[in-house]
């Protein structure tokens, strides 16, 4: 998941600032997201999913 997402991140130029401020949540909170074993809530996974096309 964590890679999956840093690719996602990084194939629609998003930083984790900016995909943090559109799907509502602290930065801290979406670089943990980049973290071994850390993942976003159900529903904020829909939301990052859909910025990110996937």
């Known amino acids: 998941m964590n890679e999956v997402l840093r690719v996602a ?4 130029g ?3 600032e900016s995909l943090a401020h ?3 949540v602290d930065p801290k909170m979406a670089g943990r997201w980049l973290s071994a074993g850390r993942v976003p ?3 904020t996974r829909i939301a990052v999913a859909g910025i990110l096309g996937r």
Do not use: D, L, W
Request: hydrophobic share 30%.
């Open 14 to 16: 998003e930083t984790v």
């Open 9 to 12: 991140m990084a194939e629609r």
């Open 41 to 43: 809530h159900p529903r």
């Open 22 to 24: 559109r799907v509502g």
